[in-house]
C-alpha cells in the first residue's frame, strides 16, 4: 500500500460513477412543501447563481470557471433540462440538470440543495421527482457520479435509490479557492493548502 502526495494547491478525490439500468418501481411520492420549476434556457448570470448556491459547499466550481459561451451552449442544448427547486416563498434552494445528449441515456449531471435542508427528506423527494423524469421513453441507462468532496451520506443515498457502482478514478485538480472562483471559507472540511489569490506573498 502506497501514497501518492499531492501537490501544494491541488485537491485530490475519490470519484465513483453509478448507473441504473432498469426503471425503479413506481412508490408513492411523499407530500413536499418543495416543487420543481423547469429552466429552459436560463441566463448564465442566474444558472450560475443557483449553481454556486447549492455546490459552493462542496467545492462545485466547473461551470463557474467555464468561459460564458461554452456554458451557454450546454445549458441552451435542447438535449440538457434545468430543475430548480423552489420553497414555499419561491426562493431556490436546489437543483436538478439532466443531459440526454448521448442517444438512450440520461446522466444527472447535477443533483443537490442547499446544505440546510440535509437529513429533512427532501432528497428522497427529490430523487424520485428526478428519476421519473430521466426514465422516459427511449432512455435504457441513468447514471451519475459523485465523489469524496460530495456530502458523507451521498455515495448511500444514490445506492438506496438504486444506482449501482460500476467505476471508481481518482481526480486531482487546482483548488478553486486559490484562484479566486470560490471563496476561501468555502467547504472549510477540506483543508486549503495554498496561498489565495489576493493573499499577501510568504
Known sequence: MGLTRVPSGQIAAVVTSL??????????????????VHWPSPSVERYRMLFRRVGEPWLWFSRLVMAD??????I?????EIYAVVDRAGIEIGMVELDFRAEGQCELAFFGLVPELTGKGHGGWLMRQALAM?????????????CTLDHPSALGFYQRHGFVPFARLVETFDDPRLS??????AAPHIPCLGPCLGDSKR
Open 19 to 36: 448507473e441504473m439500468k432498469e426503471r425503479p418501481r413506481p412508490a408513492p411520492l411523499a407530500p413536499s412543501p418543495l416543487r420543481l
Open 69 to 74: 459561451k461554452a456554458l451557454r451552449a450546454i
Open 76 to 80: 441552451e442544448d435542447p438535449g440538457v
Open 134 to 146: 430521466a426514465w422516459r421513453s427511449g432512455i435504457a441507462r441513468v447514471w451519475v457520479h459523485t
Open 180 to 185: 479566486g472562483a470560490l471563496p476561501r471559507e
